[in-house]
Nanobody, 126 residues
């Protein structure tokens, strides 16, 4: 099992930027998929972006060109650079991991992941 801890959430104004981090510990697999999700009050959890161990990335259409996922394998840390933030980006942001597998087309399905962090809050004001 992988333990995940997110950080970097904050309150920012529309148009601002934030970088979220997710530190992994425990059984970190060589082959794995890691992803960012978010959940706003009253809404379902939605996939933002995912990255394989080899650096291959996938993005949801609504964040393409604004958010960038990256990782530092030596530090076992996942990042999400968020630019041009909008009020509708306000949500709790979660890090997720699925060990011994690749992301594939199912990466946006939150039920597929077996490790989750507790989340970090991002609030964007207009």
């Amino acid at each position: 099992q992988v333990q995940l801890v997110e950080s970097g959430g904050a309150s920012v104004q529309s148009g601002g930027s934030l970088r979220l981090s997710c530190a992994a510990s425990g059984n970190t697999y060589t082959k794995r998929c890691m992803a960012w999700f978010r959940q706003a009050p009253g809404k379902e959890r939605e996939g933002i972006s995912a990255i394989d161990a080899d650096g291959s990335t996938s993005y949801a259409d609504y964040v393409k060109g604004r958010f960038i996922i990256s990782q530092d394998n030596a530090k076992k840390t996942l990042y999400l650079q968020m630019n041009s933030l909008k009020p509708e980006d306000t949500a709790m942001y979660y890090c997720a991991a699925k060990g011994n597998d690749i992301c594939g087309t199912w990466w946006p399905l939150w039920e597929w992941y077996n490790s989750w962090g507790r989340g970090t809050q991002v609030t964007v004001s207009s």
